[in-house]
T-cell receptor, first 108, second 113 residues
Framework: KQEVTQIPAALSVPEGENLVLNCSFTDSAIYNLQWFRQDPGKGLTSLLLIQSSQREQTSGRLNASLDKSSGRSTLYIAASQPGDSATYLCAPEQNFVFGPGTRLSVLP | DAGVTQSPTHLIKTRGQQVTLRCSPKSGHDTVSWYQQALGQGPQFIFQYYEEEERQRGNFPDRFSGHQFPNYSSELNVNALLLGDSALYLC????????????FGQGTRLTVV
């Protein structure tokens, strides 16, 4: 059974800092991993999808890496902005199992 | 492209009642998945529909049932509502079953009183 953990659970930083959010999963036999953001009370917005054949994906200030063998993914946010404040969720393999999320607050 | 749309956005029901939630997938998507998200937690997978059939199911009781129509839209039905069913219900669509990106709707907030 796939289990997903995310560290840290919450993070509060001043604007401009570079951030690293971590996702760990127990079953490494996955095809892909997707990162989402969720604003309070809203649905999920897809940020990045990493296929198992890839090690990294980049979109603007976001970069996500995937290491299947160690069961880890990392989301890197460069030059954080107040608009990045949200909960960030990772989901390996067809999004059936989600991590609990990292709640990010970027202070102006 | 309208994306994934869900209706209604909010709903209040009484314990023991039944509820139906609706989802229209993103254009070109034929696979719909449903999730339940309690406050402060990550989404929990309920089930997935493809070609009008339930393909996979999470650890939810039979009170939770669904349907997919020929136009790929989907319904989630919950019978005999419990207070613990209060949650945000999310629908996701993708272009087929497999290693594809999923897109989510804005969700339906269900409150059971």
């Amino acid at each position: 059974k796939q289990e997903v953990t995310q560290i840290p659970a919450a993070l509060s930083v001043p604007e401009g800092e570079n951030l690293v959010l971590n996702c760990s999963f127990t079953d490494s036999a996955i095809y892909n991993l997707q990162w989402f953001r969720q604003d309070p009370g809203k649905g999920l917005t897809s940020l990045l999808l990493i296929q198992s054949s890839q090690r990294e994906q980049t979109s603007g200030r976001l970069n996500a890496s995937l290491d299947k063998s160690s069961g880890r993914s990392t989301l890197y946010i460069a030059a954080s902005q107040p608009g990045d404040s949200a909960t960030y969720l990772c989901a390996p393999e067809q999004n059936f199992v989600f991590g609990p999320g990292t709640r990010l607050s970027v202070l102006p | 492209d309208a994306g994934v749309t869900q209706s209604p956005t909010h709903l209040i029901k009484t314990r023991g009642q039944q509820v139906t939630l609706r989802c229209s997938p993103k254009s070109g998507h034929d696979t719909v998945s449903w999730y339940q998200q309690a406050l402060g937690q990550g989404p929990q997978f309920i089930f997935q529909y493809y070609e009008e059939e339930e393909r996979q199911r999470g650890n939810f009781p039979d009170r939770f049932s669904g349907h997919q129509f020929p136009n790929y839209s989907s319904e989630l039905n919950v019978n005999a509502l419990l207070l613990g069913d209060s949650a945000l219900y999310l629908c996701a669509s993708s272009p087929g079953v497999g290693t594809t990106e999923a897109f989510f709707g804005q969700g339906t907030r269900l409150t059971v009183v």
